[in-house]
Every structure is written in structure tokens, then in C-alpha cells.
């Protein structure tokens, strides 16, 4: 059952190879929505297979196609130990996680037939999207270290090929380069972090017993290594301490810091933005800022044993969402105010994650999905009727497009976690687990900590409810401001290819989060978890009440400032506008890297070319001059006199003569003569 | 006096030097071209003479054959050389070598 996951991965991969044939871009769109149809249709059997077999053992089911050998014969050691196995694995996160995917790249493939209509990129859209979820299906099944990293790469590739889908506009190079060099920081994280541990744990994972049915022990493999990182924390690997496993935990937050867009790598994100909206939704809701949360929840066994490194993660996390959050309050622009929304859930999964609330940060991510998707396609709707991405320049939507906006009210409501709604259930379990505080392994964060992160998660609870809402206000609410060009009549409902993706994805907004109630989250909780982790997290008051209760209050809050204008709180809100400046330029991070690199890369990089001008070009300069005098003194030879080169062929020959003769009557010692 | 192979090699070694001498003295490229016949002439003269008093007298007809040989080459070669000179001649109006110095660096 198992092996159709190679179906599940290769199908979208073999949908976008096959792109390029049919005669029209049109039916080029129509083979890769079928391509992920088909991944979407197997990964959901497979899920349920799966969830039939939770208590099986073994608990992961790894499907080796080929195991890579080292070339030739080498002696034991370092090189012999290198065999990665291509291969797949089903466990309870990849089988949970596949689907959604899937379903996501579906929904705004479908959504994309209509929004993308007559763009001149049509078919290499619809070729990028099937293979970077191809990419991303390849990520969340890979086996090991080895295969997770050409998969990571690949979404990167693909998202920047997607940022830079209109690479005509400046602006949208610009995003897709800044894009790709950020994320790449991070990737240089996760390539020390696979190469370093791969040097300390290749030999001891060789020398393990064999793994049943597989022809070698895999040294990148994430279950074997699962095994020797806690082995590691108890010293029983020769040569590996608690400060290896320090090292290796940071390298890999970084690259999952690079990749889901976490402080101080956020700035990409929102500059992605460029990119068309259905692969803003994609790269937001299923592939690309999932990888970092996903990267983490693989190697949790890893963090687990540097419980210090999981503090940071949480503090990275809670000052991430604050900082999302108060961004996405201040912004004008929509596509912007959903991505900083983004950066803040993105926060909130890491702080999950760093308190050991390691299910509920797969549940938020599993939520996330849905609305954050339903928010940019209903968000791409608006831009494409109102023809601006200013929110000022908006409003009236309500009453001009009413499928659209049921759509938006329904993600909106799940992004504040308005109750009953998934975002509601899986930001509480959140708040539960920062609450619990409790690894599964039993550590758990400092007292200091916990009540700083408390905070944390009640301003990003209040603010992630008011700001989604103040968007809804904005832009559904009251009249569209007045502009040149722009005819208010004639916004309308855009058609059923854009319609029927946010309707559904509505659906799911809503009744995804009852995976959260009582019964169904230790189920869940259950089904993600690693084999032989302690599964301590179900569902609990405390969060519903902490969490629940201040989303309420936002919402009130953002109807009462946007909705109703009440004086007030607009004169506050007027006092607050200097702030409001600074966060909406994303408190200058931007500035303060191109200030940073500027002074530290760019004006030191300036003094190089001065080597070059005045050593490499003087050294060259001067070979040339020489070389030039050379040749006007030789040049005389040539005089172009045929008698003199005659006579300089004749001279040659006699001397030539006088010299064999010589030779061969042995006058020169040691040639000839001497028979 | 008998001729011997000494009279023989001095005649060759002297129409081979007039024939340098003229070679290189002479600017007129049909001169030289006959200077060069000179020159084949003189080793000719020496290949038979080689032929005839050499090691190999016993059977004198490979030298001899060579000679026959080197005046062929040189009756082709002179169709050759003095079908160039015409060519150079309508090109540049005249047949004296040292106006040839087109290759000049």
C-alpha cells in the first residue's frame, strides 16, 4: 500500500514534464491539475490506510528504490560509509501532511486557470507549480537527509522561478533574487548541519546491526539518526558529546529559520509578495514557508536533546508572531498584510514547537493551510476586480462580490481564531501546550521563559485577530475611495474556476479544526508524533479560554476602530500613526540589512577591484609592453629580402654540415666518432 | 691522369657554389631560378660520381637512377616555378625579387 506514494511524489513531477507537449496552454493546465488530482486521490488513500494501521510496528514504512554506493573500492572510513538510499518514507507527519499539499496545489491550480487567463507565461506557470509540488511531496516523503535536501533546494528553485513569474518587472526580479539569496543562508545552515553530522555519526551508524529489509544502514536516514542523537545525549557514541548535538541543532535551526521566513530572515516574504497571488497562497499555505516548520518537526528527536536550542527556537518564535503581527496591523498593502500574517502563524508554530507542543505546531501548520490559501486566492479576487493592492483604495466589496466575500469572512475568522473556526483550535492547542509546558522527552522551558512567551502568544492572539479584521473592514466594508480609471460598477464576482477553490477551502477553514476537539486531538497528536515519543497533549480549557477570549476582543476591537469609527478609539488610533509608519516598513529590517551589507560587503568588496586595476592589469599591462618591444627588434629579421633568407637557409645548412662532420669524426666528446 | 672520384667532386662542388653565388647575388628571379638549375647540376654530378667510385660501385645504377630522377623533378619544377614567376610578373610588372617584399614585417 505504501508504494503508492512513488505515485503520490512522481506524479505532479511527471504532469510537469509533460506540460509542454499539448498544442494548447490550456490543456497544458488541464494534464498537471491532473497530475495532482491523481497525488491528491493516493495520498488520501494512503492517509487512511495509515490511520487504520497507527498502532502498527514498525511504526514508519521506508520504500528503498536504489542505495547509492560509493564509487570504487575504498577502505573503511568516512568515504565507504557514504550510501544515502533513494527512497521514500510513510510515517504518520509525511502521511498527514501529503494531502494537504496536494489538496492546496489543486485548489489554486484550479484557481489559477482563471486568474492566469492570457498571461503569456501560461504554460510555464502551470509546468513551475506541478514541479515545485512535486518538490515540496518529495520534501515531506523523503527518508533522509540526503533526499530532503535536493527536495528543499528544488522548492526553492521553484519558488523563485514563481516569485519571478513576471520577470519583466524589476520589482519582480528583484523579489524572486532576494528570495532565493536569503532562503540560501538558511540552506548553507542545513548543509554544514548534514555534512557535520554525517562526519561525526557515519561511522557508528555503519557499525550499528542491520536495519530489517534494507541493504545498508542509511547515515542520513532521520528514524537511524533519531535513534543515535539520543544515543549521542547519553554518550554512548564514541566521539560525539552534548556539544555536537548543540552545534548540529543550531545549524539546522537556521536553515529552518531561512526557509519559513522566521527573525531575522523574514525580510523575503513579504518582497514575494511580487510574485502572482495563487503562488503567494502555495508558497504560504503548502510548499516553501512549510518546509522550516516540517524541517523541524523531522529532526525533533534532535532538538529534543539541546533543550537549549529549543528555548531559542520559542523565543525566535513568540518574536517573530509579535513581530508579524504588528506589522500586518499597520500595512496598506493586502497581499502584505496577509504575508506578515503569515511570518506571525509561521512564529506561532515555532514557538509551539520550542515549548514541546510539537502536534499542535503540526496542527497549526495542517490549519494554517487552509486559511491562509482561502485568504490570498479570495485576496487575489479583490486585487484582480479592484485593480490595486491598497487597501485604502478599497471597500464595498460586500456588496459587489458576495461569494467572494463569504469566502474571506470565513478565512478571516479562522485566521483570528474566532471560535468554532480552525485557526481557533489550533492556536489554542498552542497556547495550551505553551501553557503545559512539557517535552515529550520531560523537559521543558524555564519559568522565565514560560511567562515571557505567555505574553507573547496573548499580543499576538489580540493583534493576529484585529489585524485580519481590519483588512475585512477596509476592504468589504464602507465605499471604494475614488480614482482615476477605476469605475466602481463594474466590480463583480469573479468567475467559478476562482470561486470554487475559496469556497472550498471556506469549508475546510471551518470544519479542518475540529481535528481539535476532544478525542480527535490525542488521536492527532498520536498519529504525527515520532515512534516512542511521549504523547502528552489533548485538548484543555485553559488555552480555549486565554486564546479564545482575546481573539473575541480583537475582532471587537477592529470593529469598532474599522467598522464603526468610533471617535475614541480613532483619536487613539490617529496618536498611534507614527508607529504605525515604522511597522508598516516592517520596522526598517529591510533597511537595516541593505545599511548592513552595504557597509560590511559591498564597500569592503570595493577595494578588490583596486587589486585588479593595479596589480593584475600592471602585470598584464607590462607583459604586453615587453613582448611588444620584443617584436620590433625581431621584426628587422624579416626584411622581406628573398636573397637574404637565402642566405641565411644556406649558412644554416653549412653550419648544419660543419657541425655533423665534426660530430661524426669525434670532435665532440661523447657524440658519434667513437664506433 | 686518370679522372677520379677527387676531379669529379671538385667540378660538382664548383657548379654547386657558382650556383649559390648566383642565387644569392643576383635579383633577377629567372637568373636565380637558373641558378638553382646550377645547383641541381652539381649534385647531380656528384650522385654519379658517388655512383660510379662510391662504396656502392658494384652496382652503380642506384645513383644513377637517383640523378635520372632529380632532373625529372627538376623539368617539373621548373614548369612550376617559371609558371609563378608569370603570375608575379602580371602582378607586379616585373620579375626582380627584392620588389617582391610584400611578406615584410
Same mark, same amino acid.
Not at chain 2, 26 to 36: D, E, G, Q
Given at each position: 500500500?505504501?508504494?503508492?506514494?512513488?505515485?503520490?511524489?512522481?506524479?505532479?513531477?511527471?504532469?510537469?514534464?509533460?506540460?509542454?507537449?499539448?498544442?494548447?496552454?490550456?490543456?497544458?493546465?488541464?494534464?498537471?491539475?491532473?497530475?495532482?488530482?491523481?497525488?491528491?486521490?493516493?495520498?488520501?488513500?494512503?492517509?487512511?490506510?495509515?490511520?487504520?494501521?497507527?498502532?502498527?510496528?514498525?511504526?514508519?514504512?521506508?520504500?528503498?528504490?536504489?542505495?547509492?554506493?560509493?564509487?570504487?573500492?575504498?577502505?573503511?572510513?568516512?568515504?565507504?560509509?557514504?550510501?544515502?538510499?533513494?527512497?521514500?518514507?510513510?510515517?504518520?507527519?509525511?502521511?498527514?501532511?501529503?494531502?494537504?499539499?496536494?489538496?492546496?496545489?489543486?485548489?489554486?491550480?484550479?484557481?489559477?486557470?482563471?486568474?492566469?487567463?492570457?498571461?503569456?507565461?501560461?504554460?510555464?506557470?502551470?509546468?513551475?507549480?506541478?514541479?515545485?509540488?512535486?518538490?515540496?511531496?518529495?520534501?515531506?516523503?523523503?527518508?533522509?537527509?540526503?533526499?530532503?535536501?535536493?527536495?528543499?533546494?528544488? %522548492?526553492?528553485?521553484?519558488?523563485?522561478?514563481?516569485?519571478?513569474?513576471?520577470?519583466?518587472?524589476?520589482?519582480?526580479?528583484?523579489?524572486?533574487?532576494?528570495?532565493?539569496?536569503?532562503?540560501?543562508?538558511?540552506?548553507?545552515?542545513?548543509?554544514?548541519?548534514?555534512?557535520?553530522?554525517?562526519?561525526?555519526?557515519?561511522?557508528?551508524?555503519?557499525?550499528?546491526?542491520?536495519?530489517?529489509?534494507?541493504?545498508?544502514?542509511?547515515?542520513?536516514?532521520?528514524?537511524?539518526?533519531?535513534?543515535?542523537?539520543?544515543?549521542?545525549?547519553?554518550?554512548?557514541?564514541?566521539?560525539?558529546?552534548?556539544?555536537?548535538?548543540?552545534?548540529?541543532?543550531?545549524?539546522?535551526?537556521?536553515?529552518?529559520?531561512?526557509?519559513?521566513?522566521?527573525?531575522?530572515?523574514?525580510?523575503?516574504?513579504?518582497?514575494?509578495?511580487?510574485?502572482?497571488?495563487?503562488?503567494?497562497?502555495?508558497?504560504?499555505?503548502?510548499?516553501?514557508?512549510?518546509?522550516?516548520?516540517?524541517?523541524?518537526?523531522?529532526?525533533?528527536?534532535?532538538?529534543?536533546?539541546?533543550?537549549?536550542?529549543?528555548?531559542?527556537?520559542?523565543?525566535?518564535?513568540?518574536?517573530?508572531?509579535?513581530?508579524?503581527?504588528?506589522?500586518?496591523?499597520?500595512?496598506?498593502?493586502?497581499? !502584505?498584510?496577509?504575508?506578515?500574517?503569515?511570518?506571525?502563524?509561521?512564529?506561532?508554530?515555532?514557538?509551539?514547537?520550542?515549548?514541546?507542543?510539537?502536534?499542535?505546531?503540526?496542527?497549526?501548520?495542517?490549519?494554517?493551510?487552509?486559511?491562509?490559501?482561502?485568504?490570498?486566492?479570495?485576496?487575489?479576487?479583490?486585487?484582480?476586480?479592484?485593480?490595486?493592492?491598497?487597501?485604502?483604495?478599497?471597500?464595498?466589496?460586500?456588496?459587489?462580490?458576495?461569494?467572494?466575500?463569504?469566502?474571506?469572512?470565513?478565512?478571516?475568522?479562522?485566521?483570528?481564531?474566532?471560535?468554532?473556526?480552525?485557526?481557533?483550535?489550533?492556536?489554542?492547542?498552542?497556547?495550551?501546550?505553551?501553557?503545559?509546558?512539557?517535552?515529550?522527552?520531560?523537559?521543558?522551558?524555564?519559568?522565565? %521563559?514560560?511567562?515571557?512567551?505567555?505574553?507573547?502568544?496573548?499580543?499576538?492572539?489580540?493583534?493576529?485577530?484585529?489585524?485580519?479584521?481590519?483588512?475585512?473592514?477596509?476592504?468589504?466594508?464602507?465605499?471604494?475611495?475614488?480614482?482615476?480609471?477605476?469605475?466602481?460598477?463594474?466590480? !463583480?464576482?469573479?468567475?467559478?474556476?476562482?470561486?470554487?477553490?475559496?469556497?472550498?477551502?471556506?469549508?475546510?477553514?471551518?470544519?479542518?479544526?475540529?481535528?481539535?476537539?476532544?478525542?480527535?486531538?490525542?488521536?492527532?497528536?498520536?498519529?504525527?508524533?515520532?515512534?516512542?515519543?511521549?504523547?502528552?497533549?489533548?485538548?484543555?480549557?485553559?488555552?480555549?479560554?486565554?486564546?479564545?477570549?482575546?481573539?473575541?476582543?480583537?475582532?471587537?476591537?477592529?470593529?469598532?476602530?474599522?467598522?464603526?469609527?468610533?471617535?475614541?478609539?480613532?483619536?487613539?488610533?490617529?496618536?498611534?500613526?507614527?508607529?504605525?509608519?515604522?511597522?508598516?516598513?516592517?520596522?526598517?529590517?529591510?533597511?537595516?540589512?541593505?545599511?548592513?551589507?552595504? #557597509?560590511?560587503?559591498?564597500?569592503?568588496?570595493?577595494?578588490?577591484? !583596486?587589486?585588479?586595476?593595479?596589480?593584475?592589469?600592471?602585470?598584464?599591462?607590462?607583459?604586453?609592453?615587453?613582448?611588444?618591444?620584443?617584436?620590433?627588434?625581431? #621584426?628587422?629579421?624579416?626584411?622581406?629580402?628573398?636573397?637574404?633568407?637565402?642566405?641565411?637557409? %644556406?649558412?644554416?645548412?653549412?653550419?648544419?654540415?660543419?657541425?655533423?662532420?665534426?660530430?661524426?669524426?669525434?670532435?665532440?666528446?661523447?657524440?658519434?666518432?667513437?664506433? | 691522369?686518370?679522372?677520379?672520384?677527387?676531379?669529379?667532386?671538385?667540378?660538382?662542388?664548383?657548379?654547386?657554389?657558382?650556383?649559390?653565388?648566383?642565387?644569392?647575388?643576383?635579383?633577377?628571379?629567372?637568373?636565380?631560378?637558373?641558378?638553382?638549375?646550377?645547383?641541381?647540376?652539381?649534385?647531380?654530378?656528384?650522385?654519379?660520381?658517388?655512383?660510379?667510385?662510391?662504396?656502392?660501385?658494384?652496382?652503380?645504377?642506384?645513383?644513377?637512377?637517383?640523378?635520372?630522377?632529380?632532373?625529372?623533378?627538376?623539368?617539373?619544377?621548373?614548369?612550376?616555378?617559371?609558371?609563378?614567376?608569370?603570375?608575379?610578373?602580371?602582378?607586379?610588372?616585373?620579375?626582380?625579387?627584392?620588389?617582391?617584399?610584400?611578406?615584410?614585417?
Amino acid at each position: 500500500m505504501y508504494n503508492l506514494t512513488w505515485a503520490i511524489v512522481l506524479a505532479p513531477l511527471g504532469a510537469a514534464m509533460m506540460a509542454y507537449l499539448p498544442e494548447t496552454p490550456r490543456r497544458a493546465a488541464y494534464i498537471t491539475i491532473l497530475g495532482t488530482a491523481a497525488s491528491l486521490v493516493l495520498s488520501i488513500i494512503v492517509l487512511v490506510y495509515r490511520l487504520g494501521h497507527i498502532d502498527n510496528n514498525p511504526y514508519q514504512a521506508l520504500i528503498t528504490f536504489w542505495t547509492i554506493q560509493p564509487v570504487g573500492q575504498v577502505g573503511p572510513g568516512f568515504v565507504a560509509d557514504f550510501h544515502p538510499q533513494v527512497g521514500i518514507l510513510v510515517d504518520g507527519l509525511s502521511a498527514a501532511i501529503m494531502p494537504v499539499v496536494a489538496l492546496v496545489s489543486l485548489l489554486v491550480q484550479v484557481y489559477s486557470l482563471g486568474y492566469m487567463r492570457g498571461d503569456a507565461g501560461y504554460r510555464r506557470f502551470f509546468a513551475t507549480i506541478s514541479l515545485f509540488t512535486f518538490a515540496m511531496l518529495g520534501l515531506v516523503a523523503s527518508p533522509n537527509f540526503f533526499i530532503f535536501y535536493f527536495m528543499w533546494e528544488g %522548492v526553492g528553485v521553484c519558488s523563485y522561478l514563481l516569485i519571478g513569474h513576471w520577470w519583466q518587472k524589476p520589482e519582480a526580479a528583484a523579489a524572486a533574487k532576494k528570495a532565493f539569496l536569503v532562503t540560501r543562508i538558511g540552506d548553507l545552515g542545513l548543509l554544514l548541519a548534514i555534512i557535520f553530522g554525517f562526519s561525526k555519526f557515519a561511522a557508528h551508524v555503519a557499525s550499528l546491526p542491520g536495519t530489517p529489509g534494507q541493504e545498508v544502514n542509511d547515515p542520513f536516514n532521520f528514524y537511524l539518526l533519531a535513534d543515535e542523537w539520543h544515543k549521542a545525549h547519553a554518550g554512548l557514541v564514541p566521539g560525539v558529546g552534548t556539544r555536537t548535538l548543540v552545534i548540529l541543532a543550531v545549524l539546522v535551526l537556521i536553515g529552518a529559520i531561512g526557509k519559513s521566513a522566521q527573525l531575522p530572515l523574514s525580510t523575503w516574504l513579504p518582497d514575494a509578495m511580487e510574485g502572482p497571488t495563487p503562488i503567494s497562497a502555495l508558497i504560504h499555505a503548502a510548499t516553501m514557508v512549510a518546509a522550516g516548520v516540517y524541517l523541524l518537526a523531522r529532526t525533533y528527536p534532535l532538538f529534543l536533546e539541546a533543550p537549549h536550542v529549543l528555548t531559542a527556537v520559542a523565543i525566535i518564535g513568540a518574536a517573530t508572531a509579535v513581530y508579524g503581527a504588528v506589522v500586518a496591523l499597520a500595512h496598506t498593502d493586502i497581499k !502584505r498584510i496577509i504575508a506578515y500574517s503569515t511570518i506571525s502563524h509561521l512564529g506561532l508554530m515555532f514557538t509551539a514547537l520550542g515549548v514541546g507542543a510539537y502536534s499542535a505546531a503540526v496542527f497549526h501548520l495542517f490549519t494554517h493551510a487552509w486559511f491562509k490559501a482561502l485568504l490570498f486566492l479570495a485576496a487575489g479576487s479583490v486585487i484582480k476586480a479592484y485593480g490595486t493592492q491598497d487597501i485604502r483604495e478599497m471597500g464595498g466589496a460586500w456588496r459587489r462580490m458576495r461569494t467572494t466575500s463569504w469566502a474571506m469572512l470565513f478565512g478571516v475568522c479562522s485566521a483570528a481564531g474566532v471560535i468554532f473556526f480552525a485557526g481557533f483550535w489550533s492556536k489554542d492547542s498552542i497556547v495550551n501546550g505553551i501553557l503545559r509546558n512539557e517535552f515529550p522527552n520531560g523537559g521543558h522551558v524555564s519559568g522565565a %521563559v514560560k511567562g515571557l512567551l505567555i505574553v507573547a502568544v496573548s499580543v499576538v492572539s489580540l493583534l493576529g485577530a484585529m489585524y485580519p479584521f481590519r483588512m475585512f473592514f477596509k476592504v468589504f466594508g464602507g465605499e471604494p475611495a475614488r480614482r482615476r480609471g477605476f469605475r466602481p460598477e463594474r466590480v !463583480r464576482d469573479s468567475g467559478p474556476s476562482m470561486l470554487i477553490p475559496s469556497v472550498i477551502l471556506a469549508a475546510l477553514s471551518l470544519i479542518a479544526g475540529f481535528v481539535g476537539i476532544e478525542g480527535a486531538r490525542y488521536t492527532f497528536a498520536k498519529f504525527v508524533h515520532a515512534a516512542g515519543q511521549n504523547v502528552n497533549e489533548g485538548f484543555a480549557f485553559g488555552g480555549v479560554l486565554l486564546g479564545g477570549s482575546l481573539a473575541l476582543l480583537g475582532v471587537g476591537i477592529a470593529y469598532l476602530v474599522y467598522g464603526r469609527h468610533v471617535p475614541v478609539l480613532e483619536a487613539v488610533r490617529e496618536r498611534m500613526a507614527a508607529l504605525g509608519r515604522v511597522a508598516a516598513e516592517g520596522f526598517y529590517l529591510d533597511a537595516a540589512y541593505a545599511w548592513a551589507v552595504d #557597509r560590511l560587503v559591498v564597500r569592503p568588496a570595493a577595494l578588490f577591484p !583596486r587589486i585588479d586595476t593595479e596589480v593584475t592589469d600592471a602585470v598584464a599591462d607590462g607583459a604586453v609592453q615587453s613582448a611588444g618591444a620584443a617584436a620590433l627588434t625581431v #621584426r628587422r629579421l624579416q626584411s622581406g629580402r628573398l636573397q637574404l633568407y637565402t642566405l641565411r637557409a %644556406v649558412v644554416g645548412v653549412g653550419l648544419l654540415a660543419v657541425g655533423v662532420t665534426l660530430a661524426a669524426t669525434g670532435h665532440f666528446p661523447g657524440v658519434g666518432g667513437s664506433r | 691522369m686518370t679522372i677520379g672520384i677527387t676531379h669529379l667532386l671538385v667540378v660538382s662542388a664548383a657548379l654547386f657554389t657558382i650556383g649559390i653565388f648566383g642565387l644569392l647575388s643576383r635579383r633577377n628571379s629567372i637568373a636565380m631560378l637558373m641558378s638553382v638549375e646550377l645547383m641541381f647540376n652539381g649534385v647531380n654530378i656528384a650522385l654519379v660520381a658517388f655512383a660510379r667510385f662510391g662504396y656502392n660501385a658494384v652496382h652503380p645504377l642506384t645513383g644513377m637512377a637517383f640523378a635520372l630522377f632529380v632532373i625529372t623533378v627538376a623539368a617539373a619544377e621548373v614548369a612550376v616555378a617559371v609558371a609563378l614567376l608569370l603570375l608575379a610578373y602580371r602582378r607586379h610588372d616585373t620579375v626582380q625579387a627584392d620588389e617582391f617584399n610584400e611578406l615584410k614585417g
